[in-house]
């Protein structure tokens, strides 16, 4: 039903545009943020882009976008990719293929390296001397598992890897080993003392990195508010959020300025129940070295055009954060107990 109500919105069925569009990012290059049909703003590098929606260039200093058909909002490249960006399609390059597996295996390295499970869940059967049972009735089910896994390891590999996107993979091979694992009592044999041994040493090493993962959790949550564990990740964000909420109406149209605001952290957003629908960002990326916030709104007080085609548009306000940074006129007022600011435009 989902499925259908999501292809309805599209127009067309829209399975397999996750990886589509992954291929264009991270193996062709193209920009992840802000598709506009002017190449000198989004450079598509090895991919083909001719965008059925693409947003609105307003302004070239600061370059400002405006994303809304009267339907979508809120920050289009994260939450409606398939929407904002269909019609980037990519085109196979081999030399980008390479060094996209070349990165991810790395990942991959890292990953195997540094959480000690993954070893561990392959080291253990060959100490313990676990074969699969040829005349159990799960053991296809077990291939089976074990394939798919390694075939969703692969699949990632192939275009973009981070550790949350095969924790499943991870799971289904340690239901692998639990099956390989079982024997019948009769056949069951007496663990030495050196399985016991290494039995031990194997918890420990597991209990100290989660011990460790814990700590780290706990220091994070009294250096800056980072919270994963509810869903808050920035205490100054949310009460960003509640703050911008007073002022203006649920569903208002905003504008947000700077990498911090719009790509960094932006669901004061959500917190505040506005719509992001323009975006005030001359670095327009993810970026080593972003364009700050104060260098936009020094831009923004020289090109008071800007504002004005807002305001054509409905747009209330213009939302950034500052850090330790301090805002460039009066005009900015401050939101929460953090570094967030708004300019009202209307």
């Known amino acids: 039903m989902q499925l259908s109500l999501i292809s309805k919105a599209k127009g067309r069925l829209t399975f397999g ?3 589509r569009l992954n291929a264009a990012w991270f193996i062709d290059g193209a920009d992840l943020l802000n598709p506009v ?3 000198t703003i989004y450079h598509v590098h090895d991919a083909s882009a001719h965008f059925k929606h693409a947003g609105t260039l307003l302004s070239r200093d600061p370059v400002t976008f405006y994303f809304n058909d009267g339907i979508y909002g809120s920050l289009p490249q994260w939450y409606d990719g398939s929407y904002w960006s269909d019609g980037l399609v990519p085109r196979f390059v081999f030399r ?6 070349g990165r991810n295996l790395a990942v991959l390295y890292r990953i195997a390296v540094v959480h000690l499970q993954l070893p561990v869940l392959f080291a253990a059967p060959i100490v313990f001397g676990f074969a699969l049972r040829r005349t159990s009735i799960a053991d296809p089910v077990l291939i089976t598992m074990a394939i798919l896994a390694l075939t969703l390891v692969a699949m990632y ?3 973009y890897l981070e550790g949350r996107y095969i924790v499943f993979s991870m799971v289904m091979l340690g239901a692998l080993f639990a099956g390989c694992s079982v024997v019948a009592p009769e056949k069951r044999a007496y663990a030495s003392p050196l399985h016991w041994t290494l039995m031990l040493i194997t918890a420990t090493i597991l209990l100290g990195q989660l011990q460790a993962d814990l700590i780290n959790r706990r220091e994070l949550k009294q250096t800056n508010g980072v919270d994963p564990l509810t869903g808050i990740y920035d ?4 009460s960003a959020g509640a703050a911008l909420h007073l002022q203006f109406p649920e569903g208002s149209e905003v504008a947000c300025m700077g990498s911090d605001a ?4 932006p669901y004061w957003a959500r917190y505040a129940g506005v719509r992001i629908t323009g975006i005030i960002d001359t ?3 993810i970026s080593e070295a972003p364009v700050t916030a104060a260098e936009d709104c020094l831009a923004l007080e020289q090109h008071p055009n800007v504002l004005v085609v807002l305001r054509e548009r409905n747009v209330r306000a213009i939302v950034t954060r500052f850090s330790h940074e301090q805002p460039c006129s009066t005009n900015w007022k401050k939101l929460g107990g953090g570094g967030s600011f708004y300019y009202r435009t209307l």
Do not use: K, Y
Not at 235 to 238: E, G, K, M, P
Not at 262 to 265: A, E, I, R, V
């Open 283 to 285: 670095s327009h990326s």
């Open 96 to 101: 980008d293929t390479v060094a996209a597996i």
């Open 262 to 265: 719009c790509f960094g952290d």
């Open 157 to 159: 590999v192939l275009v």
């Open 37 to 39: 049909v002017d190449p």
């Open 17 to 19: 545009d996750s990886g």
């Open 235 to 238: 205490l100054s964000v949310q």
